[in-house]
T-cell receptor
Framework: IAGITQAPTSQILAAGRRMTLRCTQD?????MYWYRQDLGLGLRLIHY???????GKGEVPDGYSVSRANTDDFPLTLASAVPSQTSVYFC???????????FGQGTRLTVV | QKEVEQNSGPLSVPEGAIASLNCTYS??????FFWYRQYSGKSPELIMS????GDKEDGRFTAQLNKASQYVSLLIRDSQPSDSATYLCAVKGSGGSNYKLTFGKGTLLTVNP
């Protein structure tokens, strides 16, 4: 089934460790997004990419980095995880400017 | 001021009633607006998109947009218990940020049988 795949589904990570959350889409969408979702704070944009080779910062970019080497993949890296990065992370993609975003199934990350 | 604001809720309505969800946004140049539904533990899923001022109806759902007031709303008629979920308003930016998609915090709706 076409769509967005995130990996892993869940992860427990020791503080200070490096972690990359993977996101792959097979819809050839131009734009991709990473959000974190925390109780009471809603979906907050971490980073986004309009097209391969370009990235932009969202509301809460600190402690995270992204790359967009090709259309399909948009990995999110935590260079040195901290407990405040415990959250559910969603990857999403959209085609053109005036179209909706489709979401992956989410990654539940716990930093201990 | 957060870019997208929603009435915080929670909102509780009886089965068969109309549920009204509201959202305001700060980017006056925004042109694309979306309502998503998210069940607990699941990913957000799109239920409505709207781009022009006025009303857009799809079954029991009606989205309303007023760009002058920077206001978008969602009405759910004949609410059903299966409509119980968190509803998220999302707005795409303008100009150089026209792919940037920002969400409100969401409104938790409970429909009581």
């Amino acid at each position: 089934i076409a769509g967005i795949t995130q990996a892993p589904t869940s992860q427990i990570l020791a503080a200070g460790r490096r972690m990359t959350l993977r996101c792959t889409q097979d819809m050839r969408h131009n734009a991709m997004y990473w959000y974190r979702q925390d109780l009471g704070l809603g979906l907050r944009l971490i980073h986004y990419s309009n097209t391969a080779g370009t990235t932009g910062k969202g509301e809460v970019p600190d402690g995270y980095s992204v790359s967009r080497a090709n259309t399909d993949d948009f990995p999110l890296t935590l260079a040195s995880a901290v407990p405040s990065q415990t959250s559910v992370y969603f990857c999403a993609s959209s085609d053109r400017v005036n179209t909706e975003a489709f979401f992956g199934q989410g990654t539940r990350l716990t930093v201990v | 001021q957060k870019e997208v604001e929603q009435n915080s809720g929670p909102l509780s309505v009886p089965e068969g009633a109309i549920a009204s969800l509201n959202c305001t946004y700060s980017d006056r140049g925004s042109q694309s607006f979306f309502w998503y539904r998210q069940y607990s533990g699941k990913s957000p899923e799109l239920i409505m998109s709207i781009y022009s001022n006025g009303d857009k109806e799809d079954g029991r759902f009606t989205a309303q947009l007023n760009k002058a007031s920077q206001y978008v709303s969602l009405l759910i008629r004949d609410s059903q218990p299966s409509d119980s979920a968190t509803y998220l308003c999302a707005v795409k930016g303008s100009g150089g940020s026209n792919y940037k998609l920002t969400f409100g915090k969401g409104t938790l709706l409970t429909v009581n049988p």
